[in-house]
């Protein structure tokens, strides 16, 4: 139980283009989805939390108009990186939480690797 | 300060002996904790969780919890190859905390 799945797990665009990331979670209702991003050999960093139904709630420094997020089901969560740039190229992963007794856990999908070009 | 504290290694061990991962939390509200592995290039995984003070056994892996001091831990026996990876200590109260991950490499 608690798999989460990404669509696609990777992406080239060209810089300047926009990019959809797709997060669901298959067998539990996730009432919060969260969305992290990771540069080479770095740590998981958090870019936004979003609940179901609500606005997502972005980390200090990552640009909401960039980094559009829906979370408009329980089961699906979409990032959006508007107006890719090659800085932009990084693995997004999300991971997404339920009801208890799951709320305490986060459960990740495979990631996305994205590449601007 | 950092929420969640751990020592970023690389820490190298033999196969077949222990490993031993450490991490260290700064809210006392914190409820649960986690230990997460993530290989390289893939997403992270989790391995155990714990919420009560004391030792959690699960296979070759044993978390254990001392919320007096603050400080969560993951012992690996038998080690193996295969074990190696970065591993990510979380905390869950208030907030959902990562800390920066702890690599591993198991030398066969």
């Known amino acids: 139980g608690a798999v989460v799945s990404q669509h696609p797990s990777w992406v080239i665009c060209k810089s300047g283009t926009s990019v959809k990331i797709e997060c669901r979670s298959l067998?539990?209702?996730?009432?919060?989805m969260f969305w992290y991003r990771q540069f080479p050999k770095q740590s998981l960093m958090l870019m936004a939390t979003?609940?179901?139904?609500?606005?997502?709630?972005?980390e200090q420094g990552v640009e909401k108009d960039k980094f559009l997020i829906n979370h408009a089901s329980l089961t699906l969560s979409t990032l959006t990186v508007t107006s890719a740039h090659p800085e932009d190229s990084s693995f997004y992963i999300c991971?997404?939480?339920?009801?208890?007794?799951?709320?305490?856990?986060?459960?990740f999908g495979p990631g996305t690797r994205l590449t601007v070009t | 300060q950092k929420e969640v504290e751990q020592n970023s290694g690389p820490l190298s061990v033999p196969e077949g002996a222990i490993a031993s991962l450490n991490c260290t939390y700064s809210d006392r509200g914190s409820q649960s904790f986690f230990w997460y592995r993530q290989y390289s290039g893939k997403s992270p995984e989790l391995i155990m969780f714990?919420?009560?003070?004391g030792d959690k056994e699960d296979g070759r892996f044993t978390a254990q919890l001392n919320k007096a001091s603050q400080y969560v831990s993951l012992l690996i026996r038998d080690s193996q190859p295969s074990d190696s990876a970065t591993y990510l200590c979380?905390?869950?109260?208030?907030?959902?905390?990562f800390g920066t991950g702890t690599s591993l490499t198991v030398i066969p």
């Open positions: 714990i919420y009560s003070n």
């Open positions: 067998d539990f209702q996730a009432t919060t």
């Open positions: 991971s997404a939480s339920g009801l208890a007794p799951m709320s305490y856990e986060q459960y």
């Open positions: 979380a905390v869950s109260g208030n907030q959902f905390y």
């Open positions: 979003s609940n179901e139904g609500s606005k997502a709630t972005y």
